[in-house]
Protein backbone atom coordinates (compact mmCIF):
# COMPACT_ATOMS: atom_id res chain seq x y z
CA UNK A 1 0.00 0.00 0.00
CA UNK A 2 1.85 3.61 -0.91
CA UNK A 3 1.93 6.16 1.77
CA UNK A 4 -0.56 7.95 0.14
CA UNK A 5 -3.70 5.22 0.38
CA UNK A 6 -2.10 5.11 3.87
CA UNK A 7 -2.69 8.38 5.31
CA UNK A 8 -5.74 8.83 3.80
CA UNK A 9 -6.95 5.79 5.46
CA UNK A 10 -6.06 6.76 8.10
CA UNK A 11 -7.91 10.25 8.41
CA UNK A 12 -10.68 8.38 6.49
CA UNK A 13 -10.47 5.91 9.73
CA UNK A 14 -10.20 8.99 11.83
CA UNK A 15 -13.15 10.84 10.81
CA UNK A 16 -15.19 8.11 11.50
CA UNK A 17 -14.48 7.65 14.96
CA UNK A 18 -15.03 11.04 15.69
CA UNK A 19 -18.73 10.46 13.89
CA UNK A 20 -19.36 7.58 16.03
CA UNK A 21 -18.39 10.00 18.82
CA UNK A 22 -20.65 12.98 18.02
CA UNK A 23 -23.66 10.11 17.66
CA UNK A 24 -22.81 8.50 21.02
CA UNK A 25 -23.10 11.77 22.80
CA UNK A 26 -26.12 13.23 21.04
CA UNK A 27 -27.68 10.18 21.55
CA UNK A 28 -26.32 10.07 25.17
CA UNK A 29 -28.89 10.46 28.08
CA UNK A 30 -29.27 14.38 29.16
CA UNK A 31 -27.80 14.91 32.33
CA UNK A 32 -30.14 16.13 34.79
CA UNK A 33 -30.47 19.43 36.13
CA UNK A 34 -30.00 19.69 40.19
CA UNK A 35 -30.68 23.00 42.15
CA UNK A 36 -28.36 26.17 42.33
CA UNK A 37 -25.05 25.25 42.95
CA UNK A 38 -24.73 26.56 46.18
CA UNK A 39 -21.36 28.90 47.57
CA UNK A 40 -18.08 27.21 47.71
CA UNK A 41 -17.09 25.33 51.46
CA UNK A 42 -14.96 28.01 52.50
CA UNK A 43 -17.07 30.55 51.55
CA UNK A 44 -19.84 28.51 53.39
CA UNK A 45 -17.73 28.91 56.38
CA UNK A 46 -17.18 32.20 56.48
CA UNK A 47 -21.05 32.67 56.40
CA UNK A 48 -21.08 30.44 59.13
CA UNK A 49 -19.23 32.46 61.42
CA UNK A 50 -21.30 35.50 60.59
CA UNK A 51 -24.68 34.06 61.61
CA UNK A 52 -26.55 35.02 64.72
CA UNK A 53 -26.71 32.06 67.62
CA UNK A 54 -30.01 32.18 68.93
CA UNK A 55 -32.69 29.57 70.79
CA UNK A 56 -35.02 28.80 68.08
CA UNK A 57 -38.68 29.62 69.13
CA UNK A 58 -41.83 27.93 67.21
CA UNK A 59 -44.28 29.73 68.80
CA UNK A 60 -47.33 30.49 66.59
CA UNK A 61 -45.91 29.10 63.65
CA UNK A 62 -48.49 27.54 60.48
CA UNK A 63 -47.17 26.11 57.36
CA UNK A 64 -49.96 28.06 55.38
CA UNK A 65 -47.73 31.30 56.41
CA UNK A 66 -45.63 30.50 53.42
CA UNK A 67 -47.89 30.57 50.85
CA UNK A 68 -46.27 27.87 47.94
CA UNK A 69 -46.51 26.39 45.41
CA UNK A 70 -47.04 30.08 43.38
CA UNK A 71 -47.88 29.89 39.74
CA UNK A 72 -44.15 31.13 37.97
CA UNK A 73 -45.17 31.23 34.49
CA UNK A 74 -48.18 30.24 32.38
CA UNK A 75 -49.80 27.42 34.00
CA UNK A 76 -46.56 26.36 35.62
CA UNK A 77 -46.26 26.52 39.52
CA UNK A 78 -42.60 26.01 41.86
CA UNK A 79 -43.26 22.79 42.05
CA UNK A 80 -43.80 21.45 38.46
CA UNK A 81 -40.91 24.01 37.29
CA UNK A 82 -38.71 21.86 39.96
CA UNK A 83 -39.67 18.73 38.48
CA UNK A 84 -38.66 19.67 35.20
CA UNK A 85 -35.44 20.96 36.47
CA UNK A 86 -34.73 17.97 38.21
CA UNK A 87 -35.82 15.31 35.86
CA UNK A 88 -34.53 14.31 33.06
CA UNK A 89 -36.49 13.59 29.79
CA UNK A 90 -39.67 15.67 31.21
CA UNK A 91 -42.93 15.92 29.34
CA UNK A 92 -45.45 18.13 30.47
CA UNK A 93 -48.76 18.28 29.84
CA UNK A 94 -51.07 21.43 28.73
CA UNK A 95 -51.30 21.98 32.80
CA UNK A 96 -47.28 21.89 33.18
CA UNK A 97 -48.11 18.16 34.71
CA UNK A 98 -45.49 16.13 34.52
CA UNK A 99 -46.42 13.08 32.93
CA UNK A 100 -43.14 11.12 31.99
CA UNK A 101 -39.34 11.38 32.84
CA UNK A 102 -36.84 10.48 35.02
CA UNK A 103 -35.75 11.65 38.21
CA UNK A 104 -32.30 11.10 40.65
CA UNK A 105 -32.96 11.97 43.99
CA UNK A 106 -29.35 12.48 45.46
CA UNK A 107 -30.83 12.67 49.31
CA UNK A 108 -30.59 8.89 48.95
CA UNK A 109 -29.43 7.80 45.65
CA UNK A 110 -33.25 6.29 44.29
CA UNK A 111 -34.26 7.18 40.56
CA UNK A 112 -38.21 7.41 39.76
CA UNK A 113 -40.03 7.49 36.61
CA UNK A 114 -43.51 9.08 38.48
CA UNK A 115 -43.80 12.74 39.48
CA UNK A 116 -45.80 11.78 42.47
CA UNK A 117 -42.92 9.67 43.66
CA UNK A 118 -41.07 12.95 44.67
CA UNK A 119 -41.79 15.60 46.74
CA UNK A 120 -39.91 19.19 46.43
CA UNK A 121 -37.83 19.92 49.52
CA UNK A 122 -37.40 23.28 51.31
CA UNK A 123 -34.06 22.26 52.13
CA UNK A 124 -34.22 25.17 54.86
CA UNK A 125 -37.70 23.63 56.24
CA UNK A 126 -40.44 26.47 56.62
CA UNK A 127 -40.59 25.56 60.26
CA UNK A 128 -36.98 26.54 60.72
CA UNK A 129 -37.07 29.45 58.35
CA UNK A 130 -39.99 30.17 61.48
CA UNK A 131 -38.25 28.97 64.13
CA UNK A 132 -34.94 31.14 63.34
CA UNK A 133 -36.48 34.52 62.07
CA UNK A 134 -39.07 34.23 59.60
CA UNK A 135 -41.69 34.46 62.30
CA UNK A 136 -40.78 38.51 61.51
CA UNK A 137 -41.49 38.68 57.86
CA UNK A 138 -43.59 40.15 55.53
CA UNK A 139 -45.79 37.12 54.26
CA UNK A 140 -44.53 38.48 51.16
CA UNK A 141 -40.72 37.69 51.95
CA UNK A 142 -42.07 34.26 53.39
CA UNK A 143 -43.85 33.25 49.98
CA UNK A 144 -40.23 34.23 48.03
CA UNK A 145 -38.42 32.27 50.44
CA UNK A 146 -40.94 29.35 49.74
CA UNK A 147 -40.91 29.63 46.35
CA UNK A 148 -36.81 30.76 45.85
CA UNK A 149 -35.52 29.26 42.42
CA UNK A 150 -32.78 31.19 42.43
CA UNK A 151 -30.84 30.06 45.71
CA UNK A 152 -29.98 26.13 46.25
CA UNK A 153 -33.51 25.97 48.29
CA UNK A 154 -36.05 23.73 46.41
CA UNK A 155 -34.83 20.28 45.23
CA UNK A 156 -36.98 17.46 43.95
CA UNK A 157 -36.49 14.08 46.22
CA UNK A 158 -37.67 10.81 46.99
CA UNK A 159 -41.41 11.71 48.57
CA UNK A 160 -40.42 9.02 52.46
CA UNK A 161 -37.23 10.63 52.37
CA UNK A 162 -38.57 14.28 52.42
CA UNK A 163 -41.16 13.13 55.14
CA UNK A 164 -38.74 11.56 57.28
CA UNK A 165 -36.37 14.54 57.40
CA UNK A 166 -39.60 16.98 58.22
CA UNK A 167 -38.26 20.19 59.41
CA UNK A 168 -34.78 18.71 61.31
CA UNK A 169 -31.67 20.53 60.54
CA UNK A 170 -28.30 19.01 59.61
CA UNK A 171 -27.32 18.46 63.97
CA UNK A 172 -30.24 15.77 63.22
CA UNK A 173 -30.58 14.22 59.60
CA UNK A 174 -29.18 14.38 56.79
CA UNK A 175 -28.97 12.88 53.56
CA UNK A 176 -27.57 8.99 53.52
CA UNK A 177 -25.73 9.79 49.90
CA UNK A 178 -22.72 10.82 52.17
CA UNK A 179 -21.46 12.52 48.49
CA UNK A 180 -23.98 14.78 48.73
CA UNK A 181 -23.57 15.77 52.06
CA UNK A 182 -20.87 19.05 51.59
CA UNK A 183 -23.03 19.80 49.13
CA UNK A 184 -26.33 19.96 51.17
CA UNK A 185 -24.67 21.61 54.05
CA UNK A 186 -22.99 24.50 51.79
CA UNK A 187 -26.35 25.42 50.01
CA UNK A 188 -28.03 25.21 54.08
CA UNK A 189 -25.69 27.57 55.09
CA UNK A 190 -25.97 30.04 51.80
CA UNK A 191 -30.00 30.27 52.30
CA UNK A 192 -29.38 30.52 56.33
CA UNK A 193 -27.03 33.71 55.11
CA UNK A 194 -29.05 35.24 52.36
CA UNK A 195 -32.29 35.55 54.34
CA UNK A 196 -30.62 36.30 57.63
CA UNK A 197 -31.92 33.72 59.59
CA UNK A 198 -30.11 32.32 62.72
CA UNK A 199 -28.75 29.10 63.89
CA UNK A 200 -28.64 27.03 66.98
CA UNK A 201 -25.53 26.24 68.82
CA UNK A 202 -26.23 22.27 67.84
CA UNK A 203 -27.04 23.19 64.23
CA UNK A 204 -24.14 25.39 64.21
CA UNK A 205 -21.82 22.84 65.71
CA UNK A 206 -22.76 20.33 63.33
CA UNK A 207 -22.42 22.63 60.08
CA UNK A 208 -19.04 23.21 60.91
CA UNK A 209 -18.35 19.61 61.34
CA UNK A 210 -19.47 18.75 58.13
CA UNK A 211 -18.00 21.94 56.50
CA UNK A 212 -14.95 20.95 58.03
CA UNK A 213 -14.40 18.31 55.99
CA UNK A 214 -15.87 19.42 52.41
Known amino acids: MSKFYARRRVSILAALSGLIASVALFNAPTASAALPTPV ?3 TARTY ?12 GYDRDLFPHWI ?10 VVLKRDG ?9 AATSGSWYSVYDGATWTAA ?11 AEAWDSGADSWTT ?3 QSFAN ?7 IAVTDNVNQAKGDQDPATWMPSRTAYRC ?12 YDLSVDSAEKSALTNYLASC
Open 183 to 194: TYVRAWVQVKYY
Open 40 to 42: SAA
Open 48 to 59: LASLTVATEDRT
Open 116 to 126: SDLDIDHLVPL
Open 140 to 142: SRR
Open 148 to 154: DLTRPQL
Open 71 to 80: TQSGACNTRE
Open 88 to 96: TNVVQDSAC
